[in-house]
């Protein structure tokens, strides 16, 4: 019998063979997608992270900058279920969840899935909606099921959430409450194009729909692949201490009423095993965790507003703590 005193064993790290496999698949993703969208490898990167890290991405800025289309770009990309939602403020939780139906014929109650059920889900301009229907997506987001009248519904996996949201300062939108934030594991800005990007997309774009072209370059099937292929890559425990480190230190500063929480630390790590694994690297090292702070734990935490001194955004705060927390020296392959 084992005993409870002795360390877990750590799973095999990913064959050099799987990794390139990996690599390969993802390159061949990622410019797929930029064949859309124009001079923003660092925004497609982040998504194509989040979807092996089996998390959820949020795209947040100001309307007309391609988030949208960044979502339809990666789900093109990959023959797989897809479903748009249109999140308007007369949308109904059941509109995303499912309803159950009387059918007169059988005189039985049947399911009819909502928007949630395929394998990429578009949620576009999500904080249009009422925090009530926006609420409908925590389930799914966290279990991949859903729960309807009693009776739960697996999703099918790989199962994203690409939502895209418009600046709270704009016209009709609403606060996403900070239990469906803590469920993205990434908050990315699009940003406007630089000028030879923005004149490249005039050229290439200008009168035709860029995603007529885009063709399939992966399944469903490969990308299940991958995620398992990621999940394996090695995290030692200095890098794991690391990770935490710098999540506590988001609870800690005078700077923010709330700090991130333990599933920000799971998101954090998870990631960085995407960024590794991406890399071509069977471990992770410090620097993949610091590069993923802010992206990841930025949109999860609140600012204090009673604090003196000059204006700073939640992203400012947490580089800065991250920065503060002292780097291990990286794990050797094993």
Do not use: W
Not at 152 to 173: C, H, I, K, R, W
Not at 213 to 230: F, G, H, N, Q, Y
Not at 246 to 261: D, K, Y
Not at 289 to 317: E, F, I, K, N, Q
């Amino acid at each position: 019998m084992t005993s409870s005193t002795e360390p877990t064993p750590h799973p095999a790290p990913p064959a050099p063979a799987d990794l390139q496999t990996l690599t390969r698949t993802t390159t061949r993703l990622r410019r797929n997608i930029e064949k859309v969208i124009e001079g923003k490898s660092d925004v497609v990167r982040s998504a194509v992270v989040v979807m092996l890290a089996e998390g959820h991405l949020l795209l947040e800025d100001v309307p007309g900058v391609g988030k949208t289309m960044l979502s339809k770009a990666l789900a093109r990309s990959i023959d797989c279920t897809v479903r748009r939602i249109q999140f308007t403020p007369d949308l109904l939780p059941s509109d995303v969840t499912g309803v159950s139906v009387f059918n007169q014929q059988t005189r039985e109650f049947e399911f009819r899935p909502g928007g949630v059920f395929a394998n990429v889900v578009i949620g576009d301009e999500i904080n249009r909606a009422s925090p009530k229907t926006q609420s409908a997506l925590l389930e799914c987001m966290e279990e991949r099921q859903v729960t309807v009248d009693g009776t739960s519904y697996e999703l099918d996996s790989p199962f994203l959430v690409v939502a895209t949201q418009n600046p709270v300062e704009m016209e009709g939108t609403y606060a996403l409450p900070e239990a469906q934030r803590d469920r993205f594991m990434m908050r990315v800005s699009m940003g406007y194009p630089v000028e030879t990007a923005e004149v490249q997309m005039l050229a290439h774009h200008a009168g035709r729909d860029p995603l007529g072209d885009l063709e399939p370059v992966t399944d469903a099937s490969e990308i299940r692949k991958l995620v398992s292929i990621v999940a394996q890559t090695y995290v030692a425990e200095q890098v794991q201490r690391y990770a935490v480190a710098i999540v506590r230190a988001t609870r800690t500063s005078p700077e923010l009423m709330l700090g991130a929480s333990p599933r920000a630390t799971l998101h954090l790590v998870r990631a960085a095993k995407a960024v590794a694994a991406m890399s071509g690297r069977e471990f992770v090292v410090p620097d993949d965790v610091l590069a993923l702070a802010v992206p990841v734990l930025a949109h999860r935490v609140v600012l204090r507003t009673d604090t003196l001194g000059a204006p700073r955004s939640a992203a400012d705060v947490v580089g800065r703590l991250a920065a503060s927390v002292p780097s291990p020296g990286g794990p050797q392959p094993r």
